[in-house]
């Protein structure tokens, strides 16, 4: 076991011009992210790159943008100032894709730093509850550390790896990042109200985080026969799973088992995919997979956008020019159930801002990013009803649209997308 170390010396390692992976999420190893950010001072030009992770992100202090440079395959909101204080970049990347980057060697990598269940008896770790692109970074990696913490839940699938593909193991013990449910507002529970509406027996779910996605699950207890094929899930899936709601018997691919790539939620989330055969977790070049979501029978695909515009295209990675997030995988899932033999494929948002714009918009701001085009989303729900665009024109889509758009704006955006195509 001389493979255990503290986290400081783990991380020396790490040489200037170094391109570390970060695992993902709920999973993100803050103690040796914290341990490498104690090194700034040695340091020069190491890239720490990652998709959405939780937890503080020391390294990405623009004081520090001589020692480290922050390189988002998806980004989160620890991390968005880099863009702005020039000490981040943003990578377009399909979720789908990303292993893919490391394996054809376009993107290489000098070191991983993951974080994992501790070594069963025979040797065997688990990424837990995230596995993504965790897998294609160790594989193509020169160095891989693990921080070994048993409040990491032990999960089925693609996520084991030996103690022997670990060059570096440091123990932890403290609690993995997570989020409480929040309360679902009337707004979100009359579009998860709409969603609902939607979703047939029989059908295989994708949906994300957040109350929208809570509002739907919480309308789904009458259904049955209900299948998860999706991205990630959060703790509003597990009474439905315990009522047998969802039990996943008529999924096209990993029939009678949830597949997930990664997870974010509370203890009570953790604890229940802890050993639980029922739970496989993948990578996402498996999970996103369009050909493999397709299989699934009425497929229905959950959604959400920053703005829509009224022939359909879908922002969903910033705001104008401004990015915000990623294209994470909308459009892996969206084209996955659009293709499904009865899938659906759903964009579901509040109508308006906090600050009280609407996010149903003539055209999109200058700048911004169409992660789904107008061609691809078949269904747009806010709290003011349904919208379906599929086999709609772009003039019948503009009427639909406007339909569900806030009544403080629909006479404004029906004026400025009519005097916008009549412009000579």
């Not at 047939?200 to 994708?206: F, R």
């Not at 509002?215 to 899936?237: I, P, Q, R, W, Y």
Request: aromatic content about 6%.
């Amino acid at each position: 076991m001389s493979k255990y170390v503290s986290a400081e010396d783990a991380v020396k390692i790490v040489k200037s011009n170094d391109r570390v992976y970060v695992q993902a999420a709920a999973a993100a190893p803050s103690v040796l992210t914290n341990a490498l950010t104690e090194r700034a001072s040695e340091l020069r030009n190491v890239e720490i790159c990652h998709l959405h992770t939780e937890g503080p992100a020391l390294y990405a202090n623009p004081e520090l943008s001589e020692s480290f440079h922050v390189n988002s395959f998806f980004i989160g909101k620890n991390v968005r100032h880099t863009l702005a204080a020039g000490n981040g970049s943003y990578t377009p990347v399909f979720l789908s894709e990303l292993p893919h980057l490391f394996r054809k060697k376009v993107v290489h990598l000098d070191v991983v730093f993951i974080h994992v269940s501790p070594p069963d008896i025979h040797g065997y770790c688990s990424l837990g509850v995230s596995v993504e692109a965790t897998l294609a970074a160790i594989e193509n990696a020169k160095i891989v550390i693990a921080q070994v913490n048993p409040h990491m839940p032990r999960t089925f699938g693609d996520g084991i790896l030996h103690v022997s593909e670990i060059n570096y193991l440091v123990d932890v013990n403290k609690p993995i990042y997570g989020h409480e449910m929040e309360m679902i507002s009337p707004l979100e529970d009359k579009i998860g109200t709409y969603v609902a509406s939607l979703i047939d027996n029989k059908s295989t779910l994708q949906m994300g985080i957040g109350s929208i996605p809570n509002a739907a699950l919480a309308k789904l207890t009458n259904h049955k026969d209900l299948g998860l094929h999706t991205e990630m899930f959060s703790d509003g899936v597990i009474d439905l799973i315990e009522s047998g709601v969802i039990n996943c018997n008529y999924k096209g691919t990993t029939r009678g088992r949830v597949l997930a790539t990664f997870l974010i939620g509370s203890k009570r989330l953790y604890d229940f995919v802890n050993d639980n055969p029922f739970i496989e977790m993948k990578e996402s070049s498996a999970v996103n997979d369009t050909a493999r979501i397709r299989k699934n029978p009425k497929m229905v695909a959950i959604n959400s956008a920053i703005e829509v515009d009224v022939t359909g295209q879908v922002c969903a990675d910033s705001i104008g020019a401004k990015m915000y997030s990623g294209v994470g995988g909308q459009m892996d899932f969206i084209r996955g159930a659009s293709l499904s033999e009865g899938g659906k494929a759903i964009i579901a948002l509040p109508s308006i801002t906090k600050s009280g714009e609407s996010r149903i918009v003539p055209y999109l701001k200058q700048g911004a990013g169409v992660v789904s085009t107008r061609s691809h989303v078949q269904y747009i729900i806010t709290e003011n009803g349904i919208a379906d665009l599929y086999g709609k024109t772009l003039r019948q889509r503009a009427k639909e649209l406007v339909k569900i758009a806030h009544p403080n704006h629909q006479e404004w955006i029906d004026r400025e997308y009519y005097n916008l195509i009549n412009a000579r």
